[in-house]
């Protein structure tokens, strides 16, 4: 039988399906979007949650449950190739096994 995932693993899958839902141009992990789009995973989840301060990504770790070291690579600009699948991808294993994949 399947178990109700914690909030965190709820968060992450939700955000997930989120981003995956978005038109392309709503989506770069190269912008923060603080009062625009296209938002970054990190943008889209706090605007989600109704943060709008820039830079707060540990929060938005916190939020998640993810470590600082975790956070900083999800987050990262390094990541700017992704598309809306890629990144819903990379949640979403996040969430099932705790670990980043990198693409």
Request: with cysteine.
């Amino acid at each position: 039988m399947l178990q109700t995932p914690d909030v965190h693993t709820k968060r992450l899958l939700d955000l997930a399906d989120f981003i995956e839902a978005l038109p392309p141009e709503k989506f770069s992990m190269k912008s923060w979007g603080q009062f625009s789009e296209p938002r970054c995973i990190c943008g889209w989840f706090l605007h989600n949650e109704g943060f709008f301060k820039k830079d707060e990504w540990q929060e938005a770790g916190d939020r998640l449950g993810l470590d600082r070291r975790v956070a900083a690579d999800l987050f990262s600009a390094i990541n700017d190739h992704w598309n809306t699948h890629t990144a819903a991808k990379v949640l979403r294993h996040l969430a099932i096994t705790g670990e980043l994949i990198s693409y």
